[in-house]
């Protein structure tokens, strides 16, 4: 098995870098394929879906376009935490060979997650992603200041080398552990970033870190540039949520790219019905690689807007970019 994930990912790494050069159009039909295929598996063996799909008279052969998915019903966080595992879960999957991950509970409660090694390959692909906008190379190294570990070490061929550091340690730990590693970049959220920031010496320069990439909470421009002072690299947001993994995330041109090969991203008015560019309105998301526990039009509690501008961004990349993001 650790054979088999090991040549996924290593295969499975070089198409999605691929699909970093392709255009608008070429993206969109990847999109709709996997998004078929994902529709298609939650009717035939994820209960929610399959009484969802039905409440709704729809099937997954009804959606002809990507437009057509906003005919499908959204999904709140709550028939997703009460239906687990036997209503969200795809029917016949042994939950003792998947990965429970769990929310952070931000809004209150954590909801349970199941991940086949298949979803974290994926995973795992698209941190490498996110990862190498910010020039992190399969020769360099990288470090995570979370409260668990990832499972990104594994099956990397030794490629990839990242160095796992818990947010229970003492700041004086973590920078013992960040001298003796060198990493070229840092992942962090950005209130363990600022509380280990709190406990160190005021210029942590020494390190030598080329970016620091954010997630999963929002920074403000104030705390941008007090941590950017103190490590003397730039700093990066990445838009992640353990739902889904991997939505978005900065280019070194400063712009934020959505990932439509990983995620479809809507955003809705309150009735559901997609905004125009540059308005404001709710992030739905749907997962295009969990099949175990499906997450379809999925209301994930943000508040964002597409980027009005649709020419090209200056770092060369066709993806999607997102702004003004709220959550």
């Given amino acids: 098995m ?23 159009h070429e993206l969109a039909s990847v999109q709709l394929a996997k998004l078929r295929r994902v529709l298609q598996h939650a009717s035939d063996r994820v209960p929610l879906y399959r009484e969802k799909f039905e409440k709704a008279h729809l099937r997954p052969t009804d959606l002809q376009s990507l437009a057509d998915l906003s005919r499908f019903p959204i999904t709140e966080k709550d028939e997703i935490r009460d239906g687990f595992p036997n209503g969200c879960v795809a029917s016949g999957t042994d939950l003792s060979h998947c990965r429970i991950q769990q929310t952070s509970g931000s809004t209150g409660q ?42 990104l070490r594994k099956g990397n061929a030794g490629l990839y080398r990242n160095r796992w550091f818990s947010t229970k340690l003492a700041p004086e730990q973590i920078l013992a ?29 020494e390190l030598g870190l080329r970016a620091i990439c954010v997630h999963s909470e929002p920074m403000s421009k104030d705390e941008r540039e007090h941590v950017a002072a103190r490590f003397g690299c730039r700093i ?10 991997a939505i978005a995330a900065e280019c070194q041109s400063g712009a934020l790219h959505q990932f439509p090969d990983n995620v479809v991203l809507e955003i809705v008015d309150e009735l559901g019905r997609p ?9 739905l998301v749907t997962s ?16 964002a807007a597409w980027e009005p501008d649709t020419g090209p961004c200056a770092c060369g990349l066709d993806l999607p970019r997102l702004r003004n993001i709220e959550g």
């Fill in 177 to 205: 552990g960040l001298r003796a590693w060198r990493p070229h970049l840092l992942a962090a959220t950005p209130s363990d970033l600022l509380e280990l920031c709190d406990g160190l010496p005021d210029d942590l320069r």
């Fill in 2 to 24: 650790q054979i088999v994930s090991t040549v996924r990912k290593l295969t499975g790494l070089v198409a999605t870098q691929a699909r970093l050069g392709m255009s608008e």
């Fill in 275 to 283: 905004v125009p560019r540059g308005e404001r309105g709710h992030v």
């Fill in 288 to 303: 295009l690689h969990n099949y175990v526990q499906p997450f379809i039009r999925y209301r994930l509690g943000d508040i």
């Fill in 236 to 245: 990066a947001t990445n838009y992640y949520c353990n739902e889904v993994w």
């Fill in 110 to 151: 954590c909801m349970e997650i199941a991940l086949d090694t298949r979803s974290d390959d994926m995973r795992a692909l698209f941190t490498q992603r996110v990862y190498g906008m910010q020039g992190f190379s399969f020769w360099r190294r990288m470090a995570y200041l979370f409260p668990y570990e990832l499972p």
